[in-house]
């Protein structure tokens, strides 16, 4: 299936985008050759900046294959930014609603009329202590998986050294260099044709971000973690430790009435 136009929205955001990208990021990209050429395809990317959708799609704007991303649908609803995003042909996400699913079906319906849809696979910014990736949600391995297409993984690391995660001002010297990384397509072809059970979804998005992590260890020369960081196994140590401090606080409460309760019989005695 042939590539779709990059289109006006697209090319009157890259006008307005890339000069101070340009100027803020130095550049060292590889793998473009991995970009298929023709067809749809996902691209599976890490996510450690506010900013590394920009940078990310800078890359692969430079490759003539752009990329549509799964934005919150918010979004779409605000002036410019909003028509922006409609132009651009960004994917509305409609969280907690009966329109949840739609995002799903929009993404293969661009898949297969050839285009490429970009995935954070861990959903928000990672929250690893070293911005290494985290465990994944299953979103483009349900799409990959029913579409059969292409899945690019792709690294990335600058963009959060010049605004860290959750960074209100960015860090402009000295100048960061913006590394991008695009590896070859994932071999999902043993999840083919099988039951899309929960299991089977997990396991093929653990293969994706294996993937994705094997290429940041090469961008960074570092090695990461043996197991990913994992937001719900956080989540429940924090509850974890917030109703043992509580079960702490009630005992510390209880034996300091006690006291003060001998100390009050003592004195009606």
């Not at 430079?62 to 919150?72: I, Y």
């Not at 907690?96 to 898949?111: G, H, M, N, P």
């Not at 799409?143 to 995660?165: D, M, R, S, Y």
């Amino acid at each position: 299936m042939p590539r779709r136009r990059i289109g006006f929205w697209y090319r009157f955001a890259a006008v307005i985008c890339k000069p101070p990208l340009v100027v803020l990021l130095k550049r060292d990209w590889r793998g473009m050759e991995n970009i298929p050429a023709e067809g749809g395809f996902i691209t599976a990317v890490n996510h450690n900046s506010h900013i590394d959708p920009l940078a990310y799609a800078h890359f692969q704007y430079n490759t003539g294959r752009v990329p549509r991303f799964l934005a919150k649908s918010g979004l779409f609803n605000k002036g410019f930014v909003g028509a922006a995003m409609r132009g651009t042909g960004q994917i509305p996400v409609y969280r907690e609603s009966t329109d949840a699913l739609s995002a799903f079906r929009a993404a293969i319906d661009a898949v297969e009329r050839g285009e490429c849809v970009a995935f954070y696979p861990e959903g928000t910014l990672t929250r690893d202590p070293d911005g290494w990736p985290m465990t994944g949600k299953t979103g483009a391995a349900r799409v990959a998986l029913q579409t059969k297409c292409p899945v690019i993984p792709v690294a990335q690391w600058g963009a959060n050294e010049l605004l860290p995660p959750y960074a209100r001002k960015p860090r402009l010297f000295p100048r960061k260099t913006s590394r991008v990384l695009a590896g070859p397509p994932v071999d999902l072809s043993r999840f083919y044709d099988r039951e899309m059970t929960p299991e089977l979804l997990k396991e093929a998005t653990e293969a994706i971000m294996a993937a994705v992590t094997r290429l940041l260890e090469e961008v960074r020369g570092e090695k990461a973690p043996e197991t990913p960081y994992d937001p719900r196994v956080e989540r429940m140590e924090q509850r974890r430790r917030t109703r043992a401090q509580r079960n702490g606080q009630d005992r510390t409460r209880g034996e300091r009435a006690a006291v003060r309760e001998a100390r009050e019989e003592g004195l009606g005695t």
